[in-house]
């Protein structure tokens, strides 16, 4: 069974240019998260949804990013203009909602990005 | 503000020995909690939960204990192996909303 599907695996852009992470849910999936990791703070979370739509985006550090979910099968996340201090890895992940399952959430391997 | 906080950023254990890992949080309405680990170049993988109802969950040689009159819940690994050595991060939830919010995270690294 596929798990969740993150590409690109690596970018490496120019500061000032537009990047787009994409995601694919475990299919059956409800929820859909985008997070991302640094060192200083660990894993923090960015944006969810719930059936393609938007319910927590309170992470989301400043409106160069913006996440759409147009269905079930498929995310994006933009970061226009990339700016250096963008450079960590980040996370999609998702899971089948309440009472379901071990109440995990189920990770990709995850988009290296380099902001240079 | 950090509600889940991981405060040693690093361990190391001899391999066969017993492995502790420390979590505290400060939100008194997380009801579940999870253990994640996560390997260099790869995503958290979910390794253990424990519901606020119960004190102690134990699956194989991982097992978490959870206080929550002092919020601190731990994770013991006995005994302790070379393929344990990762990046464990402790991650809570509150009854009705799906996201998990992580600590920081602690490198765990198993001594041969």
């Known amino acids: 069974d596929a798990g969740v599907i993150q590409s690109p695996r690596h970018e490496v852009t120019e500061m000032g240019q537009e990047v787009t992470l994409r995601c694919k849910p475990i299919?059956?999936?409800?929820?859909l998260f985008w997070y991302r990791q640094t060192m200083m703070r660990g894993l923090e979370l960015l944006i969810y949804?719930?059936?393609?739509?938007?319910?927590?985006d309170s992470g989301m550090p400043e409106d160069r990013f913006s996440a759409k979910m147009p269905n079930a099968s498929f995310s994006t996340l933009k970061i226009q203009p990339s700016e250096p201090r963008d450079s960590a890895v980040y996370f999609c992940?998702?899971?089948?909602?309440?009472?379901?399952?071990?109440?995990?959430?189920?990770f990709g391997e995850g988009s290296w990005l380099t902001v240079v | 503000d950090q509600q889940v906080k991981q405060n040693s950023p690093s361990l190391s254990v001899q391999e066969g020995r017993i492995s502790i890992l420390n979590c505290d949080y400060t939100?008194?309405?997380?009801?579940?909690f999870l253990w994640y680990k996560k390997y260099p170049a790869e995503g958290p993988t979910f390794l253990i939960s424990?519901?606020?109802?119960?004190d102690k969950n134990e699956d194989g040689r991982f097992t978490v204990f959870l206080n929550k009159s002092a919020k601190h819940l731990s994770l013991h690994i006995v005994p302790s192996q070379p393929g344990d050595s990762a990046v464990y991060f402790c991650?809570?939830?509150?009854?009705?909303?799906?996201?998990?919010?992580f600590g920081t995270g602690t490198r765990l690294t198993i001594i041969p």
């Open positions: 992940a998702s899971c089948p909602g309440t009472g379901m399952g071990e109440g995990a959430i189920y």
């Open positions: 299919s059956g999936h409800d929820y």
């Open positions: 949804f719930n059936n393609n739509v938007p319910i927590d």
């Open positions: 939100n008194s309405m997380f009801d579940y």
């Open positions: 424990i519901s606020s109802i119960k």
């Open positions: 991650a809570a939830r509150i009854f009705g909303n799906e996201k998990l919010t």
